[in-house]
């Protein structure tokens, strides 16, 4: 049940099945374990606001830095992927075909920036994460 979850999930946020992609697969789910370490690390500034500091010494403002950096470049490429226009096209659009008709379309008083498309895989993203664990 669980493979099937995240079968979908990942078919609809970004039009792959992680499961089936070898390097691929093993990047994403890397990129997703680490975030939960990260969610689950103590953080001083977090209880402690003036020992932030603390924080820079441990090494963790920077591990975490390095994982938002990795996960903006996997966005970047998945972006990428979706531009080209030697890509095959897919009989079902995934969400981010839908984002990308959006800005491009202009159809919205708002323009739809590339940060904004990338944070809401970042949801995505997560809502996977969290349904592959349980």
């Known amino acids: 049940m669980m493979s099937l979850t995240s079968t979908i999930t990942c078919r609809l946020a970004f039009g792959k099945r992680y499961e089936d992609e070898g390097i691929e697969r093993s990047r994403f789910h890397a990129l997703l374990s680490e975030t939960q370490v990260m969610f689950g690390s103590f953080f001083f500034a977090d209880h402690f606001p003036f020992m932030g500091w603390v924080d820079?010494?441990?090494g963790m403002?920077?591990?975490l830095q390095k994982n938002f950096n990795e996960f903006d470049k996997f966005y970047d490429e998945l972006l990428a992927e979706h531009l080209d226009p030697r890509r095959p096209k897919s009989a079902q659009e995934d969400i981010i075909d839908v984002l990308l008709?959006?800005?491009k379309e202009r159809g919205f008083k708002i323009d739809i920036t590339w940060d904004q498309i990338k944070g809401v895989l970042m949801?995505?993203?997560s809502i996977y994460f969290f349904e592959s664990k349980f």
Do not use: A, E, F, P
């Open 61 to 63: 403002i920077s591990r």
């Open 123 to 125: 949801v995505r993203s």
């Open 56 to 58: 820079k010494l441990t």
């Open 101 to 103: 008709q959006i800005r």
